[in-house]
């Protein structure tokens, strides 16, 4: 399987007919997650990172003034940088033990590569819900944001001149200690970054849960981190396709001209190719998005499964071609070599009839090999988030197959 990642793809017509797929069909607000039941409140009703009173500490790391501010806990190194008070250490008791170890979930991706649409779909399997907030914490879910771990606020890293998929703007020691913690049913003070405000405010108490999910740039980059997970996934998308979702945000959201976001990416590749892509080999199943081989506006969505990893693997009896809508959809497996490990690939191109879309799941359904849930819950489950983002393509199938497992990792570990 190539490893290489596809050139930008050049503006124009096909451009934009994937700008007008993506505004209809795919990218959320970076900072909402909701329960598939939950009643729509707007954008500020569901922020995972939601406005707080932020002061800037004024610190920068490494500096003299913020070295003679450190302090050491258990030989944890507090940067000054994360706003900590007097009163606070990294790790303490839990309020109460669970009982079991917290299931510790890894999902890696770029900013803006539809997270919160998949964090919602592994909600839905899972049947709960969370509460808004800087991080979502419902009665069995956790989600936590790993920019929280960014060691400097933007103006730090305005003048430490490195960019956050930096492993030196990313307080490994702290993350990889504090998932630990959590592992074995202890609380910690976790770090927040304000997105809205580019801010480190003083952190957060954060108790253990049922099910810990850990999302952002970073969260299988780092050995110790990676050590805890009991699952990493990776969402990866080629640079053609993240041009055009990071262009429908952008333009829209921040003002800036489709020239400036391609200047962006260009500026991020070297450090995303440094620190973010290759934790791609060490995932467990990677969901990666590629032009359709119809072209672009369709996708082609690869759920990419490690062999004897830590992934339960799908496979398909038969491969299947789907009618009835434009250009229709095709579904095949496959066997691989993903970064010198074998791996299974089950792929689907192009697009279902969402006229006939409840038939042509359950014939995709009928022909899948693996999935835990009952009979029809895939089906049921689509078709329940028929309006949400990538239902109409591999995004929303491949997705909800992946939350299903997630649900059967954690029912397998806490039997």
Known sequence: MARSRSALLPAGAALAALLLWVQAAFLL????????????????????????DSVPTGLVWPSPEAEAKLREIDGIKLYPTHAWTDDMTPTLPAKKQLD??????????????????????ILGALGTDVEPGHTAVGDMMTVICLDDYHTNDRAGRKATGLTALDARENDFALMGAQIEALKQGKA??????????????????IEPNKVMVFEGLHPIYDEKARSQLDLGIYIDIVNDVKFAWKVQRDVAERGWTEDQVRADIEKRLPDFSAYVDPQKANADVILRYEPSDQGLPYLKVKLIQKKDSKF??????????????????????YDDEWFGS???????????DMDNMEAQLKEIEDSIEGLSGKPGELTEAMVKLKKSPGSQNGTGMLQTVIAMKVREVYEKLTA
């Open 29 to 52: 607000p970076r900072s909402s997650v909701r329960a598939p039941h939950a009643p729509s409140r707007g954008p500020s009703a569901v922020a995972l990172r939601a406005a707080a």
């Open 100 to 121: 079991n170890s917290p299931v510790v979930i890894g999902v890696a991706a770029d900013s803006g590569c539809g997270k919160s649409t998949f964090l919602r779909r």
């Open 188 to 205: 910690v003070y976790k770090p927040i970054y304000n997105h809205d405000t580019g801010f480190k405010d003083p952190p957060e108490l």
């Open 312 to 333: 339960p693997p799908i496979t398909l009896k038969k491969d299947l071609t789907l009618t009835g809508s434009k250009p229709g959809a095709t579904l095949k497996m």
């Open 342 to 352: 074998p791996v299974t690939v089950v792929e689907m191109d192009g697009e279902i």
